[in-house]
């Protein structure tokens, strides 16, 4: 079956660095993979939209400049948190599309738990 | 816009019992209906969809849900509950309208706790 997967899963950073988060699909190409949030005990938040060789779409309230993403090849996409502040502590969710499905499949890759200090 | 409501933020069954957990939807075309679960610090695992076809649909680990229109509800059974079905569980629409728009829209989550 298809797999997503995302590099770290776990990172620590001090406040004010950059972290940067990778979410590769493995065995499928994906024009389109999506960015999730994830609070405690609270469901999914889509970030933005990142789209293969343009821009990715961000959705309302989520910082454009804070929030990095770049999808530079059809299996490769990262989010960069620059400047990064304890409040961005989250868990980071990728999911990309299988554009061969007759669907559309979404598959999710296994999450990134940024903890900032 | 399309929607999704899962009414409970936890369900507590005994194991060995049957377990239904929630959802409804609103959109606005022919809707997809996902559900996925997901274990503790982990991405979300797929577990059944529904498209097209028969109402009952039967998905991994036994689960299965009926798709229901006139109530728009899509809610999530298993007959015979196990420990490790404890789990975050949620419910997702996505609207195939043909326009080409193929957003997931999640529910808030519904953690199902299986007492041994």
């Known amino acids: 079956g298809a797999v997503v997967s995302q590099h770290p899963s776990r990172v620590i950073c001090k406040s004010g660095t950059s972290v940067k988060i990778e979410c590769r699909s493995l065995?499928?190409?994906?024009?389109?993979m999506f960015w999730y949030r994830q609070f405690p005990k609270k469901s999914l938040m889509l970030m933005a939209t990142?789209?293969?060789?343009?821009?990715?779409?961000?959705e309302q309230g989520v910082e454009k400049d804070k929030f990095l993403i770049n999808h530079a090849s059809l299996t490769l996409s990262t989010l960069t948190v620059t400047s990064a502040h304890p409040e961005d502590s989250s868990f980071y969710i990728c999911?990309?599309?299988?554009?061969?499905?007759?669907?559309?499949?979404?598959?999710f890759g296994p999450g990134t738990r940024l903890t900032v200090t | 816009a399309q929607s999704v409501a899962q009414p409970e933020d936890q369900v507590n069954v005994a194991e060995g019992n049957p377990l239904t957990v929630k959802c409804t939807y609103s959109?606005?075309?022919?809707?997809?209906l996902f559900w996925y679960v997901q274990y503790p610090n982990r991405g979300l695992q797929f577990l059944l969809k529904?498209?097209?076809?028969?109402?009952l649909v039967k998905g991994s680990y036994g689960f299965e849900a009926e798709f229901n229109k006139s109530q728009t509800s899509f809610h999530l059974k298993k007959p015979s509950a196990l420990v490790s079905d404890s789990a975050l569980y949620f419910c997702?629409?996505?609207?195939?309208?043909?326009?080409?728009?193929?957003?997931?829209?999640f529910g808030k989550g519904t953690k199902l706790s299986v007492i041994p």
């Open positions: 990142s789209n293969e060789g343009s821009k990715a779409t961000y």
């Open positions: 529904y498209i097209t076809g028969d109402n």
């Open positions: 065995d499928f190409q994906a024009t389109t």
């Open positions: 959109v606005s075309g022919n809707p997809y």
């Open positions: 997702a629409v996505r609207d195939y309208s043909g326009a080409g728009s193929y957003q997931l829209t």
């Open positions: 999911s990309a599309r299988d554009e061969a499905s007759d669907t559309y499949e979404q598959y």
